[in-house]
């Protein structure tokens, strides 16, 4: 047997002691009452389906991360009494309210992340909101051009996979990268979430200058060893940036992705929307 502790709250007390902590008092007024449409939503649903248990939602992120009620959150009281009521349907049912931290610059779909394809309008789009938010997660690391110059832990994994393209050689010498390219993404187009990442090289192999195409699994070669990992779910978008010495590369991403990116609505409340 085990203790469970539930809370009975009215949803508009429990949204004031939702917002403070998914978004946050000082953000925008318009990107709260978007959140509080969106967790009210979420709520709604989540009571719909839970008749098989004795609890609607956790308090956590699992469901919707609820503190109670602080204080010093007028913003977010006001975006919940200002939408009071205010819920979003989808073919005469609640809508799949689904949001995440940040989404790197494009959503995700359930189908893409979950196998679920049964929410047609949550679906793979560009959101330049997202990725113009100084706040969305981003980790980089640069790489200069100059092969004598890249760092580790770069220069052993390059060292190591030219090695492995010429395994007959008594020598090799990294030079320069001339081209860095992220490519075959995990899942259809338009998606970005790519899988692999080339660097175009030039080589010196027992004196003789040669190129190569040096290919990594970002996830499964890359994201550690460069400390580029922002959770889990190993579902960061990764770019290249050209720079004047070199490449910058850049994974972006903080949670499923699917659905509204909460510093996309914070960023389209600072633009005015």
């Excluded at 779909?109 to 330049?128: E, H, I, K, M, Q």
Aim: charged fraction near 15%.
């Amino acid at each position: 047997a085990s203790l469970q502790i539930i809370a009975n709250i009215f949803i508009e007390d429990y949204l004031y002691g939702v917002l403070p902590y998914e978004m946050g008092n000082s953000s925008p007024r318009e990107a709260l009452k978007a959140q509080a449409v969106t967790a009210r939503t979420y709520t709604m649903r989540a009571m719909s389906a839970s008749q098989g248990r004795s609890y609607d939602v956790v308090d956590t992120t699992s469901d919707q991360v609820y503190h109670g009620t602080p204080s010093g959150s007028a913003n977010c009281k006001a975006a919940v009494d200002a939408t009071r009521g205010i819920v979003m349907r989808h073919g005469g049912q609640f809508s799949a309210t689904f949001y995440t931290a940040t989404n790197g610059g494009q959503t995700e779909s359930p189908g893409n992340a979950w196998g679920s394809a049964s929410y047609s309008y949550l679906t793979v789009r560009d959101d330049p909101y997202d990725y113009a938010n100084p706040a969305s997660n981003v980790k980089t690391f640069s790489v200069p051009s100059q092969g004598a110059l890249i760092h580790e832990p770069l220069m052993t994994l390059l060292f190591n996979k030219a090695k492995a393209q010429y395994p007959l050689a008594g020598r090799i010498e990294l030079g320069n990268i001339t081209a860095m390219i992220p490519h075959t993404p995990k899942h259809a187009v338009p998606s970005r979430l790519y899988t692999k990442l080339d660097f175009y090289m030039l080589l010196k192999v027992d004196g003789q200058d040669s190129s190569a195409i040096l290919s990594f699994d970002i996830f499964a070669e890359l994201e550690a060893n460069l400390s580029m990992s922002i959770s889990t779910l190993k579902n960061e978008l990764w770019s290249v940036k050209k720079t004047a010495t070199g490449f910058t590369l850049e994974a972006r991403r903080f949670g499923h992705g699917i659905g509204m990116s909460q510093r996309g609505a914070m960023r389209m409340g600072d633009m005015g929307y």
